[in-house]
């Protein structure tokens, strides 16, 4: 199967900090296409897979690539956050890792109908899970100005939010926001952009937020940590890879929490004390991973 452009990032670091070579279960929580899956399933003939995700496109590519290994793996259609309610799909005792992959693929932000790249035209969709009504459109149409602005400062971290919903109050009165397009020329409007050398176009920060926004990407993340690290035996590996401070943030002091024993015995060692970042080589081949932070832990 071709690999549909899709770089798992920190390959070596992943695979390192899970002790991917030890026989046992290796719970996959964003599978995305497979790639950090189908590594350690090439490497270690006693590794099993469990392998979730909310995006059926995405599942059913994993499905394709993992088919040579289908007696070592199981796929399941979830949001990771709900396996924790569902204890029969996991055989906790058996876990030797944990990998939580927070970013979204190229496999999704190369397909314009998803509409979560700013350049490339499409509907302002942004869906993981394409079951859900919550679109990005929905949010731009139904939004009350003082709301947008809030969702553009939290979790787009951007300065002039008011002024930027406001103009995106008087475009959709005006019928002339209905695509990604329309929007990435608002906020080049907004911002006044100039395109300069090394500096982030305003609108990739404006797409993050709608999408953590439609797609409560960091809903209940330290909750879900948390119970998933008091839930898997001693021994287990959990590796964590975020894409914006903001997902960083929330595993960092998740992982502190369970190291210091504020409530209680500690329950994590953190392997990591500062995260970990993709080399210069791989940045070169992969431009997609410079913002990629790995945090791993190990169960006590």
């Given amino acids: 199967m071709k690999d549909l452009g899709h770089r798992p990032v920190l390959m070596e670091e992943t695979l390192a900090y ?21 590594e350690i399933l090439m490497r270690n003939p006693g590794a099993r897979i469990i392998g979730l995700d909310r995006d059926e496109l995405s599942l059913q590519a994993a499905a394709g690539r993992l088919a040579g290994y289908k007696d070592r793996v199981k796929l399941f259609l979830i949001d990771f956050r709900e396996v924790l309610d569902f204890q029969d799909l996991v ?90 397009t329309d929007l990435k020329k608002l906020v080049e409007e907004v911002y006044r952009w100039v395109p300069q050398k090394n500096r982030l176009h305003p609108a990739a920060r404006v797409f993050q937020a709608l999408r953590i926004e439609v797609n409560q990407e960091l809903k209940d993340l330290d909750t879900f940590l948390e119970r998933l690290a008091r839930q898997c035996p001693p021994g287990t590996r959990l590796v964590v890879i975020s894409f914006h401070s903001l997902e960083d943030r929330l595993v960092k002091k998740s992982f502190q929490r369970l190291a210091s024993g504020q409530e209680g015995q500690p329950v994590l060692n953190i392997l990591t004390r500062k995260p970990v970042r993709p080399s210069p080589e791989e940045i070169e081949v992969n431009s997609r991973s410079h913002s990629a932070k790995l945090r791993a832990a190990e169960r006590i």
């Fill in 91 to 180: 055989p906790w005792d058996e876990v030797r890792g944990v990998l939580v992959d927070l970013g979204i693929s190229s496999f999704q932000l190369d397909n314009p109908e998803r509409g979560f790249s700013f350049n490339l035209e499409g509907p302002l969709d942004m869906r993981m899970d394409t079951r859900q009504k919550t679109t990005a459109e929905k949010i731009l149409m139904t939004y009350p100005e003082a709301r947008l602005a809030e969702v553009f400062k939290k979790y787009g971290e951007l300065h002039h939010t008011r002024q930027l919903a406001r103009k995106i109050a008087t475009r959709r009165k005006l019928g002339l926001l209905k695509t990604t």
């Fill in 18 to 38: 899970l002790q991917a070579s030890r026989a046992g279960v290796y719970l996959d929580c964003t599978i995305g296409l497979g790639g950090h899956a189908l």
